[in-house]
């Protein structure tokens, strides 16, 4: 049996049935739902805006460039600017399933709850997995969750 399990540290988790391409499509759907309303978990990327350059390099003054959120294409700003561009390259892909998901798309959901499960935000992760029994695997991967919740809390 495939399954679409999501768990975190503050419920016990939730199993989907997910053996056919319909109740995949619900299952991701209904998750992409909870995280946006109940979660909020996309009101950051409500105000993305494609970034552009910092005044200092807009005025030729790139010596002052103030590093990580301009985009400059000179030589002296390229470098520093990569992290940058690759994270607005995210957001605004992420806003674009955000909207997309938001008018039923199922498959935009389930690109954007993946993407994001993978960069590990909390409230946002889930696995896909083959069971033989639910309750058991259900049981044992939220107990492994937990842990990874207590030491990741006794680490910071």
Known sequence: MKVLIYSHRKNDGEMYDINTPDQ???AYLRLFAEFDNYWSAYDDLEDVEPLTPCEPC???LCRHCEKGNCVCESETCKPRAMAARRRA???ARWKTLVDE???GNATSAKKLITERSRE????E???EAEVQDSVKELARYSKELKAEAKEK???G
Not at 120 to 123: A, D, L, S, T, V
């Open 89 to 91: 390259g995210k957001e």
């Open 58 to 60: 807009s005025m030729n």
């Open 120 to 123: 590990g935000y909390e409230y």
């Open 24 to 26: 995949e499509s619900a």
């Open 125 to 127: 992760i889930v696995r």
């Open 101 to 103: 998901a938001r008018s």
């Open 153 to 155: 809390a006794a680490e």
